[in-house]
């Protein structure tokens, strides 16, 4: 049967997913992608664990989730579309100004 | 039975899209990817029992927020692949893996724990998207307009940000930005 283990083991790789191709991306759209999947990730365990404790806590903080993600794709798709007009290109390498 | 099947079709597809677009070097192809699999991810909420929040992640996931990608790529060039410089490769993969550990052992944590109790428990008999209804007005109400207000503030970042001037830059002289600035209070009189 499927338990809630394998939910979050589930929930923990595609965080990891997630989590490489913010360590290993250089195009911000990219990296914009990845935040996505770790956001997923954690509702799926948020939903498990709700559903595990027959609670209905986990469904309404991923509700949450999903709201504060919609929100931040607005303002960051903004944000991306200026850069991109000042710098012409969305790579991390050519945006960086600062040293270090 | 049908649930494991379900559940391993699910996964499966999941981790394989998700690894496409973590790993693709193609704009479309990552986003595609991803959006499919939101979709399959909703199919988890819809096994776990969370109807009304399967229902959401396909109406705003699948729908509003990769269509807004979809948008957001027409300012791009989207057709070439995209080079990117990977330093330690290896070492990506090694923090990646770390991190897993880390969160499985996190995730495990309460399980083991067993001191959790239900807040708001799911009553048999009554549908998922009405429980879900009654305690997001009750309890969450609070929480509920504030993220109300802060879709709001979104709209019109996102509006601004992207909207104004399009012809040129916002950001490259402060004359521009007062400029719009004036326009903006002019339009709204």
């Known amino acids: ?100 | 039975m049908y649930e494991v099947i379900a559940f391993y079709i699910f996964a499966i597809s999941t981790v394989i899209l998700f690894m496409i677009t973590a790993m693709s070097k193609n704009v479309l192809y990552a986003m595609t990817s991803l959006a499919a699999g939101m979709v399959m991810i909703s199919g988890f909420f819809f096994l776990l029992g969370a109807d009304f929040l399967g229902v959401v992640q396909l109406i705003v996931y699948v729908g509003a927020v990769m269509a807004l990608y979809a948008f957001a790529m027409m300012f791009f060039d989207a057709t070439k692949d995209i080079k990117e410089k990977h330093g330690n490769p290896a070492l990506v993969f090694l923090l990646g893996g770390l991190m897993a550990m880390v969160f499985v052992v996190m995730f495990s944590a309460p399980i083991i724990g067993e001191n959790v109790e239900a807040l708001y428990p799911i009553v048999d008999g009554i549908g998922n998207a009405e429980s879900v209804g009654m305690v997001l007005f009750t309890k969450y109400l609070v929480p509920f307009e504030v993220a109300a207000v802060m879709l709001l503030v979104a709209m019109i970042a996102g509006i601004i940000l992207a909207g104004k001037k399009m012809d040129h830059s916002l950001t490259t002289t402060e004359e521009i930005i007062h400029e719009a600035d004036d326009e903006i209070l002019k339009e709204s009189k």
């Open chain 1, 1 to 100: 049967m499927i338990g809630i283990s394998h939910y979050l083991i589930l929930s923990g790789i595609l965080f990891s997913i997630g989590f490489i191709g913010v360590l290993r991306r250089k195009n911000l759209l990219m990296l914009f992608f990845a935040t996505e999947v770790m956001l997923n990730a954690v509702n799926i365990a948020f939903a498990a664990i709700g559903n595990y404790y027959g609670d209905l806590s986990g469904q309404m903080f991923a509700f949450f989730v999903i709201a504060v993600a919609a929100s931040e794709v607005a303002v960051g798709l903004g944000l991306l579309i200026v850069l991109y007009k000042k710098y012409g290109s969305l790579d991390l390498d050519v945006i960086a100004t600062m040293k270090g």
